[in-house]
């Protein structure tokens, strides 16, 4: 008696169902400005680290190495601070250009170092030991306020956080930080991002 047929050969090779529509991959969320600018500011530190001589690791950086990279910042700064022995030492409306070096404004440095402070115990640092909260960089810092307050004739005064919907000013921290450093009266302050620019291209 002929054994009764199986199952057709072909029903293991037949094509498997096509597959239901594809959801299309979500774009990576979009960085706000602040966190771009972090982003750019901590590389930029390690990238001052990596091109230190000799070349430091984050874990051995201390407040001083901070202070000796905001240092090395001046050079990319585009506010004139004038020196003492300047014609238009303590003049906040010069009547003409001098000789005098151009430096970070102060509230941008104290902007940068908030960023990296952060970013520094977002990156695993342990806030115990974060560089850039350090003592010496917070002395460092007024010092450098006190001294542009002096050299440029804007005495420094802390600007209240204006209430939303003002006068539609809407400046950000930095920007806020920055005025209250006497940026405005030179017109050419060196953001955060002029800093990071000057250091990845150096």
């Not at 771009?36 to 091109?51: E, I, P, S």
């Not at 921290?173 to 302050?189: C, N």
Request: overall charge positive; hydrophobic content about 30%; aromatic content about 6%.
């Amino acid at each position: 008696m002929d054994p009764e047929p199986g199952p057709s050969s072909s029903a293991g090779t037949d094509p498997p169902p096509p597959p239901g529509p594809s959801q299309p991959a979500l774009p990576p969320p979009q960085l706000s400005r602040y966190e771009a600018q972090k982003r750019r500011d901590w590389n930029t530190f390690l990238q001052y680290l990596r091109n230190h001589k000799p070349p430091l690791t984050l874990a051995r950086c201390s407040g001083a190495h901070v202070i000796e990279f905001l240092k090395y910042l001046d050079q990319f700064g585009k506010t004139k601070v004038h020196a003492a022995g300047c014609a238009f030492y303590g003049q906040p409306n010069p009547p003409a250009s001098c000789a005098c070096p151009l430096k970070q404004a102060w509230g941008s440095l104290d902007a940068l170092i908030g960023r990296l402070r952060a970013a520094y115990e977002e990156n695993g640092g342990a806030p115990d030991s974060n560089p850039f909260a350090a003592r010496a960089v917070r002395i460092y810092l007024r010092e450098v306020r006190d001294a542009q307050a002096k050299a440029r004739g804007i005495p420094y005064e802390k600007i209240r956080k204006r209430k939303r919907g003002g006068d539609g000013g809407g400046g950000s921290g930095s920007s806020s930080g920055a005025a209250a450093g006497g940026s405005s009266s030179s017109g050419a302050v060196a953001t955060a991002g002029d800093v990071s620019g000057g250091v990845a291209s150096s």
